[in-house]
């Protein structure tokens, strides 16, 4: 059975950083992305990647805040996020997909396999 765990969430002040990871009980998938969803919003994608050739691609509302890293021998991905705004209070998820997908894409709908989430709270 697939499993994506996330944790590293929490409560920060606006302008601090947090990390958060993602566990994967089968690694590494073809794609794999991170996604928020805000109360009364549509989940977004933040962050997606590539793994045979470590394609990147980020949201234009975080570019130069966040960064993607991994860590294959924990089967772990890792979504490194600086300069945190209030506008970032949302729950995290990361997801997987199946296949390989050029660019790595940030709809949802592209993806397999999605995680329980993680709650990050920014206070201003």
């Known amino acids: 059975q697939v499993q994506l765990v996330e944790s590293g969430g929490g409560s920060v002040q606006g302008g601090g950083s947090l990390t958060l990871s993602c566990v994967a009980s089968?690694?590494?998938?073809?794609?794999m992305g991170w996604f928020r969803q805000a109360p009364g919003k549509e989940r977004e994608g933040v962050a997606a990647?590539?793994?045979?050739?470590?394609?990147?691609r980020y949201a234009d509302s975080v570019k130069g805040r966040v960064t993607l890293s991994k860590d294959i021998a924990k089967n772990t991905l890792f979504l490194h996020m600086l300069s945190l705004e209030p506008e970032d209070t949302a729950m995290y998820y990361c997801?997987?997909?199946?296949?390989?997908?050029?660019?790595?894409?940030?709809?949802?709908?592209?993806?397999?396999?999605w995680g329980q989430g993680t709650q990050v709270t920014v206070s201003s």
């Open positions: 997801a997987a997909a199946r296949e390989s997908l050029y660019p790595p894409p940030l709809g949802p709908e592209s993806y397999d396999y």
């Open positions: 089968v690694y590494p998938f073809s794609t």
């Open positions: 990647i590539t793994e045979d050739d470590d394609t990147t």
